[in-house]
């Protein structure tokens, strides 16, 4: 299930958007928003009017995040290395390491800014977000609990959602998450669509609930149908029910316009279901290379999709084990550890199998469900 790679960073860029955009605290059944085609041609042109200016950064992870354009996502970094002349500049820099998820980097960044006087207000959001995708949502749950009693507001619900969403607090998450749709105010369809996706991806990995996760997808979808994380999740949805039909028709839309490997991978085991065995063979040739050309870029974005695709389709075991192992380093999360479980697994490594699962919760069950339901395809 692809998760969100960029989540630590995008949920602080989606959070500023909307306080740019006035949001307020009022609900609404469903409300008008820019027609998503709109709205992207929009935020290309705002990429070209900045060209290297500082905060382009904010908006080439965007359009990665949404349209799975990972060229945005190595040039939002590499301009984000290029600048560290103040605190903000690091700031900056640890939400781009973020989004490549270079996390100890980013944490480095976040302490300098604080050595440099950047105010904690700025600094702790960040911080939270990385601590949250690295597996220590524990660490910072009350001091967000805290914050949405200070300062209720879209950034504190959403923020302490992820959080509880992390530790498997699915209920509290999703009411945190509703009443942070309700307080959006603004006619970007691109927030919208991603607290409707943040949900599906709860539902269907901590909740356990791929119908409600389906739900979710199609609502992120009606704000941003071109958003390729939510299409394949959902594709990867209706395979499993045997929708193979509407599956392959949405993966084929995202792989024609994004060749996103996973979309890729994917439709291959659809052709090789349906008998078409070398068409399917070579998408996921096609599939196994791009996913080198982008380990090969930026190793720690992809190694957790990548070591999914080898245990799967990609039929390399030992590859898999070794991207699961840099991904478990990288960070500890229940997902990653029963990624790496899957892998030693399949590579016949029982002991260090064993030793991951006596070693870490019981929760990472739930994970090991999930893929397990992924990996048979």
Request: proline share 3%; aromatic share 6%; glycine share 6%.
């Amino acid at each position: 299930m692809k998760t969100s790679r960029l989540w630590s960073s995008l949920t602080l860029l989606f959070l500023g958007t909307c306080a740019s955009a006035g949001c307020a605290n009022r609900p609404k059944d469903r409300p008008d928003t820019t027609a998503s085609t709109i709205a992207i041609a929009n935020l290309d042109q705002q990429i070209v009017e900045m060209r290297d200016e500082v905060g382009v950064e904010n908006l080439l992870l965007l359009r990665a995040q949404f349209l799975a354009d990972y060229g945005s996502l190595d040039r939002a970094i590499e301009l984000a290395e290029g600048h560290a002349a103040s605190g903000q500049d690091l700031l900056a820099r640890a939400r781009a390491r973020a989004a490549g998820h270079r996390f100890a980097d980013a944490l480095d960044d976040i302490e300098a800014a604080r050595r440099v006087g950047v105010p904690d207000d700025q600094i702790r959001p960040l911080r939270a977000s990385i601590l949250i995708a690295t597996g220590r949502a524990n660490e910072v749950a009350a001091e967000l609990k805290a914050g949405l009693t200070q300062h209720p507001g879209l950034a504190s619900r959403s923020m302490l959602a992820a959080a509880y969403a992390s530790m498997g607090r699915t209920e509290d998450a999703d009411r945190l998450y509703v009443i942070a749709l309700a307080g959006l105010d603004t006619t970007l369809p691109f927030p919208y669509a991603w607290i409707c996706f943040a949900r599906g991806v709860m539902w269907a990995e901590q909740g356990q609930n791929p119908k409600r996760a389906e739900a979710m997808y199609l609502k992120a979808l009606a704000y941003v149908p071109e958003f390729a994380a939510a299409n394949i999740n959902l594709a990867e949805l209706e395979m499993a029910h045997g929708d193979n039909d509407a599956a392959r028709e949405r993966l084929s839309r995202v792989a024609h316009s994004t060749n996103e490997p996973e979309a890729v991978a994917l439709l291959g085991v659809l052709d090789k279901r349906r008998g078409e065995l070398a068409i399917g063979e070579e998408e996921i040739s096609q599939a196994r290379q791009r996913f080198e050309s982008l380990l090969a870029r930026d190793p720690l974005a992809f190694a957790d999709h990548a070591a999914e695709f080898y245990l799967g389709p990609g039929r390399d075991p030992e590859r898999a084990w070794l991207l699961a192992k840099q991904n478990l380093t990288n960070r500890e999360t229940d997902r990653s550890v029963a990624l790496a479980v899957k892998a030693a697994e399949a590579t016949g490594r029982y002991a260090d199998a064993c030793t991951l699962l006596r070693d870490h919760g019981s929760s990472v069950q739930i994970y090991l469900d999930s893929l397990n339901r992924i990996l048979v395809q």
